[in-house]
């Protein structure tokens, strides 16, 4: 165990549906992120939150809407999703300081799939 | 986009051989990083090399940078069948600021 969960753990959704992914961490970090790793492709980035504030948005499609209701858990709200958006969706947190960070400490991940 | 190029895409060996993957970046960095992943699963983290260090060990890995030639590798010795697992390394793009940005790794497939 990292100190990083996420649940549900698999989701399969219609491209109508909305849903929502969760991450805890139990590690009394500053930082969560959201990333996508799909098949054969690096693992992007999606979205940073420090100290509960949004700092990257590697252009995400709105479709995606993170929230980080406070420094130990960050959501991915799902609307209108593509097939092509089916992936494993990971989360991390760490603790970064000022001119500094260290490593990332990440959960299971979510098994989306998309029909 | 991608920052990591790890090279070999795959690789296979016998057990107690040991395994040699190399990662090579493109922009300046603070700090390179590299971490194993299961099958399906969450990342690990398995050591940070610092861009004023030149090579870090821990237990049975051993981590080389180079950034003159913007390189890294990362050295499994007497590799074990549960060592079998993607490998990435990661880089800041010199960000201080804690965003990584990861390869497409190695597939490492030690065979017992």
């Known amino acids: 165990e990292t100190g990083v969960t996420q649940t549900p753990r698999h989701l399969v959704m219609g491209m109508t549906n909305k849903k929502s992914l969760k991450c805890e961490q139990h590690?009394?970090?500053?930082?969560m992120y959201w990333y996508k790793q799909s098949a054969k492709k690096p693992l992007e980035l999606m979205f940073v939150?420090?100290?509960?504030?949004?700092?990257e948005n590697n252009s995400v499609p709105s479709r995606f809407s993170p929230e980080c209701p406070n420094s130990s858990h960050l959501f991915l709200h799902l609307h209108t999703l593509q097939p092509e958006d089916s992936a494993l969706y990971l989360c991390?947190?760490?603790?970064?300081?000022?001119?500094?960070?260290?490593?990332?400490?990440f959960g299971p991940g979510t098994r989306l799939t998309v029909t | 986009s991608q920052q990591g190029e790890e090279d070999p895409q795959a690789l296979s060996i016998q057990e107690g051989e040991n395994a040699t993957m190399n990662c090579s970046y493109k922009?300046?960095?603070?700090?390179l990083q590299w971490y194993r992943q299961n099958s399906g699963r969450g990342l690990v983290h398995l050591i940070l090399?610092?861009?004023?260090?030149r090579e870090k060990h821990s237990g049975r890995l051993r981590v080389t940078l180079d950034t003159s030639k913007k390189s890294s590798s990362l050295l499994i010795t007497a590799s074990r069948a549960a060592d079998t697992a993607s490998y990435f390394c990661?880089?800041?793009?010199?960000?201080?600021?804690?965003?990584?940005?990861f390869g497409r790794g190695t597939q490492l497939t030690v065979w017992p």
């Open positions: 990661a880089t800041d793009r010199g960000s201080t600021l804690g965003r990584l940005y």
């Open positions: 590690l009394g970090h500053n930082a």
């Open positions: 922009t300046s960095i603070n700090n």
């Open positions: 939150y420090s100290l509960e504030e949004r700092v």
């Open positions: 090399i610092r861009s004023n260090e």
């Open positions: 991390a947190s760490s603790q970064n300081e000022v001119a500094d960070y260290y490593e990332q400490y």
